[in-house]
């Protein structure tokens, strides 16, 4: 199936969510149409494939989301991708925080929270600037280089904390230079809807120096 042709029942069919989620999902995704064409929140040309793109290889994570967590950072949210599709599928489980720096992302964020009735924070700082407060899951999705984006993340990881970060065609050399200061267990799973992406599973993280 073309990327462009996966709408609202196609993932519904991957995920097994329920109507309710769904039409939160749908809301959401027309809000993201409407603010996009003034505030730029994503490219233009990802919205043809935004169910796609965007919703599918954010939900790809619920799965790996432990049973036990109950608190979720998400880092760099954006537009809300992975953390706030997220946080509508597992309402029910997980209280979850959006680190947004750009302020009118961080409004786009509101606004749908409030809209959906979810309940999200959401830190319009940057991630480096935060208090460390830890959490059960960190996420992140086209945050940064896998070595810096471990520096974002030390802050908010304990000893049970699981990263779940999407990433790109480049993760070798990321985590090739990542243990040059890191020591952790890693496990990649394949993504769902990039041929060359995939999802990494950290546990154990510990800072060794350079």
């Keep these: 199936m073309q990327p462009e042709s ?22 959401y995704i027309g809000l993201l149409r409407e603010w996009n064409r003034s505030r730029n929140l994503v490219s ?48 029910d489980q997980l209280k979850v925080t959006l680190f947004e720096a750009t302020r009118k992302k961080a409004e786009f964020l509101k606004e749908v929270s409030e809209r959906l009735g979810l309940i999200v924070a959401i ?24 070595p810096e984006l471990l520096e974002y993340a ?18 070798v050399l990321e985590l090739t230079d990542a243990h040059k200061s890191w020591r952790m267990k890693a496990r990649e799973h394949p993504s769902l809807t990039h041929p060359f992406g995939a999802v990494l599973e950290i546990r ?6 350079s």
């Design 123 to 146: 830190r319009n700082e940057r991630i480096e600037e935060a208090r460390r407060e830890v959490f059960d899951v960190v996420t992140a999705r086209a945050c940064a280089p896998l």
């Design 154 to 171: 030390q802050d908010f990881i304990g000893p049970e904390t699981v990263c779940l970060f999407l990433k790109g065609q480049n993760l």
């Design 44 to 91: 233009e040309d990802s919205l043809d494939e935004v169910w796609h793109r965007h919703v599918y290889d954010s939900a790809q994570l619920a799965p790996l989301v432990p049973h036990t967590a109950k608190t979720l950072v998400d880092l760099g949210s954006g537009a809300g991708f992975p953390g706030l599709v997220l946080a509508v599928m597992l309402r």
């Design 6 to 27: 996966f709408g609202p029942k196609e993932l519904a069919a991957a995920t097994g969510v329920s109507r309710e989620t769904l039409a939160r999902l749908k809301a």
């Design 204 to 209: 154990d993280l510990v800072h060794v120096g």
